[in-house]
């Protein structure tokens, strides 16, 4: 068992290639068998994955799901923001330009769209649910456009620590939704093509949520939603501790 | 060599990362503002323009296509390491929250979409 222990954790990264790799085998077979390809593999491997997250993160108490897990720490490093990054950036390859700017405009209008929108949703709904302070309210409405925007809006604001884990708990949520999500909607709501895929990255703008909701959908869309999703949380940042909080304070 | 397109890979996000900085820090934003989408941007130019032919075109390219094709493991992976218990403890407002947002985000998409393609079609009509 020791010996197994060392082998794993020595080459952590080599262990999560093989374990994501037999996840993947066996969702497509699933997917394959059980649904006769209606549901995506990789939309069962995201959400195995998820699964598996939430048991990790209950057994280990940890904030990182399976990657807490010592054998399973290579997870970490392989789904941390740092590969996912250069990932999204390698499905750029092959884009054709005239595909971007055709969308252009439309990519813009969803991001500013997309943060306002969930902004005014989450900040509605803290005050359903009882909340009158203007920074607390800001803060939860800042989480519903995503689980960093909430924080860095929080602290920037002076919320308190409860309200700030409140507001990354609706991004995460968000995100999660987004990922599990999208396959199932995609045809009624026209995400078949780079400039509803444009659109879309904007609109919702969870990284993450985007990256693989459009995976389970279809990998042709990936670049162009995580290109406007990934200017969205800045904006976000930008908007929730000025305008957005002036607004939320003048009408409370 | 290989080795050629995971190096402009990498150069492309670095530098779209430390521009992306400098956005955040110029809009006074502790945010990287859009580094991936400008690194994507730059990845988008240099495989279609001529000067960078060498590093993009042939086995160079399958550098890059490798790390493409990984994108999906790689989520897999991020999927596997998210808060997952977090976010169902936070509460049925979290959830709300959360819900409510990504319901009316999903109804504007074809909305926006439409804004886009109609202003598109009256461009080319014009």
Partial sequence: MEILETVFVRNSLVVAFAVVGLTIWISYFLADKLTKGRIHGSAIAIA?????????????????????????????LMGGGMMRDFAIVATAFGVKLSELKKAGLAGVVSIFAGVIVSFVVGAVVAVLYGYTDPVA??????GAVTYIVGPVTGSAL??????????????????????????????????????????????????????????????????????????????????????????????? | ??????????????????????LGVALGVEANVGGVGIAMLFLVLASNSDKFKALVDGASGTGIQFWSAMYIPIVVAMAARQNVVAAFEGGMLAVVAGVAAVIVSFALVPVISKIGNSETSSEESQ
């Fill in chain 1, 48 to 76: 195995l994955g998820l699964l598996a997250a939430y048991f990790g993160g209950k057994a280990t108490g940890g904030s990182t799901g399976v990657a807490d897990i010592t054998l399973l720490g290579g997870i970490g």
């Fill in chain 1, 137 to 142: 309210v800001t803060t939860i409405g800042a």
């Fill in chain 1, 158 to 252: 002076g919320a308190d620590s409860d309200i700030i884990a409140l507001s990354v708990a609706a991004g995460l949520i968000k995100s999660i939704l987004v990922m599990i999500g999208t396959p199932l909607v995609a045809k009624t709501i026209g995400l078949n093509n780079p400039q509803s895929a444009m659109v879309f990255g904007g609109l919702m703008g969870t990284t993450s949520g985007v990256a693989a909701g459009l995976a389970a959908t279809d990998p042709k869309l990936v670049p162009y939603g995580a290109m406007t999703a990934t200017f969205y949380t800045g904006v976000g940042c930008l908007l929730g501790p000025s305008i957005l909080f002036i607004i939320v304070n003048a009408i409370l």
């Fill in chain 2, 1 to 22: 060599m290989i080795v050629y397109g995971v190096a402009l890979l990498s150069a492309c996000l670095i530098l779209g990362m430390l521009l992306g900085e400098l």
